[in-house]
């Protein structure tokens, strides 16, 4: 090792003492280029990190903007979606059955009912037509809207009630729409089955390769009734036939009332078979072919269509469009720019 004196002259090679730090080494060849990559990686991931953190930051900061005009609809919007019928001039009132027909679905007889009380109760609505697309659903609350309808007709003896079948009215649906005065359809439409079905499954066969043992203790002889469960007992098999006879029965009663002397001499009609429309005709399940904007303007002679089906108030429309666009938010962000194939 060389030093240097304090005069500055050049005193020549020297021994480094024992624990003094040994002097720099000149950098390998090629070294300098494999840092500046390191270097360059390193920035590239931090300002990846920045452009990920202000995206997130921006997400949030419209997020909490939406909740806030959110919370506005809350306070100035009602809970309940409807329509303004004193401002409609002279029009056909339409009620949408759409769905299966159960006391929790958009078809409920609750929905149904009230959105039949204002279409018949409003001033212009010169009939009201029930527009059907339901496989059917629960009886009871079939009989609910059913009895409803007969109650409105003789109440508003002036307003006829129309049902016009889209894609399918079957089973249920149909219980609802042999209420109306006439039934319409499309000629491909799928109409009828007037029956009633129950099922369910046995497991006894799999708990027994499973080694399972069922522990059912009950106080009533007929509390386990058709327990999934346990084995299958003949005079409780023949119990349910006669509730599901019963039921159809009244089924059958109630298409019989609505139809009257319409309905052809065929004894399929209650077998719980489905015709296209244009086969219902002829069954007499259906008094004609058209559809809601045919019957409103052909029969009822008012061309103005008014929905008058319950709809989402204002503030869950934007709730339920604000959670759909989140989720929309969150996978673009945790998918980033990698391809999506699908």
Do not use: C
């Amino acid at each position: 090792m060389s030093e240097w004196n304090s005069s500055g002259d050049w005193n020549g090679p020297t021994q480094r003492r024992a624990g003094s730090e040994p002097a720099p080494q000149a950098p390998e060849a090629g070294s300098g280029a494999v840092d500046s990559r390191v270097l360059e990686k390193l920035v590239g991931a931090l300002t990846a990190e920045q452009r990920r953190s202000r995206r997130w930051g921006i997400f949030f900061k419209l997020l909490t903007f939406a909740y806030l005009i959110a919370l506005l609809f809350l306070f100035r919007a009602p809970l309940t979606g409807g329509i303004d019928s004193g401002k409609a001039s002279a029009h056909t009132a339409v009620v949408e059955v759409t769905g299966a027909i159960a006391s929790d679905t958009h078809a409920s007889a609750d929905n149904l009912v009230g959105a039949l009380r204002r279409a018949f109760e409003a001033e212009n609505s010169r009939a009201v037509v029930l527009r059907i697309n339901s496989p059917g659903g629960s009886p009871v609350q079939a009989g609910y809207v059913y009895d409803e309808i007969v109650r409105l007709r003789d109440a508003y003896p002036d307003k006829k009630v129309y049902a016009v079948i889209s894609d399918i009215g079957a089973s249920g649906a149909y219980y609802i729409a042999a209420a109306a005065d006439e039934i319409y359809a499309n000629r491909a439409s799928l109409v009828g089955s007037i029956g009633v079905v129950s099922g369910g499954f046995g497991f006894t066969g799999l708990m027994d390769k499973a080694g399972v043992e069922r522990r059912l203790y009950t106080a009533g002889e007929n509390k386990a009734f058709l327990d999934p469960f346990s084995p299958e007992q003949p005079q409780e098999v023949a119990f349910w036939e006669s509730v599901l006879e019963n039921t159809h029965d009244q089924f059958i009663e109630y298409v019989r009332k609505g139809r009257g002397d319409r309905l052809a001499d065929d004894e399929r009609l209650f077998s719980g078979l489905v015709w296209t429309g244009e086969q219902a005709v002829g069954l007499g399940l259906v008094d004609g072919l058209g559809s809601t904007s045919w019957v409103a303007r052909e029969l009822v002679g008012a061309e103005e269509i008014v929905d008058y089906t319950p709809q989402p108030s204002p503030f869950r429309q934007f709730t339920d469009a604000l959670g759909v666009s989140i989720v929309s938010a969150l996978r673009t962000e945790m998918v980033g720019s990698r391809y999506d194939l699908r």
